[in-house]
């Protein structure tokens, strides 16, 4: 069984920046593929980045150049640089271990003026 727990959602306002991680634990190889994927309301959920064991990494258009992923693998962890945030950023960030079925829980992620 793998956990996934992520952290550093919260408020921004537009043009800020956050930055997410999530922290993988249990049965997880440190050779899976990591990412994130959004849910905002009324949509379906949608892929925003991912990144594997040796950082190769791939993005959504809509974060392109906005959006930085990377990982510790010693740490198991994954992070997601969130810049120049803009009002359809606004979503639930969830973490995702490719090959293993688990996803976090979600962190809320609100980009308001």
């Known amino acids: 069984q793998v956990q996934l727990e992520e952290s550093g959602g919260g408020l921004v306002q537009p043009g800020g920046s956050l930055r997410l991680s999530c922290a993988a634990s249990?049965?997880?190889?440190?050779?899976?593929?990591m990412g994130w994927y959004r849910q905002a309301p009324g949509k379906q959920r949608e892929f925003v980045a991912s990144?594997?064991?040796?950082?190769?990494?791939a993005y959504a258009d809509s974060v392109k150049g906005r959006f930085t992923i990377s990982r510790d693998n010693a740490k198991m962890t994954v992070y997601l640089q969130m810049s120049s945030l803009q009002l359809g950023d606004t979503a639930v960030y969830y973490c995702?271990?490719?090959?293993?079925?688990?996803w976090g829980q979600g962190t809320q992620v609100t980009v308001s003026s």
């Open positions: 995702r271990a490719w090959g293993t079925g688990a």
């Open positions: 249990g049965r997880i190889s440190s050779s899976s593929v």
């Open positions: 990144i594997t064991r040796d950082d190769y990494t």
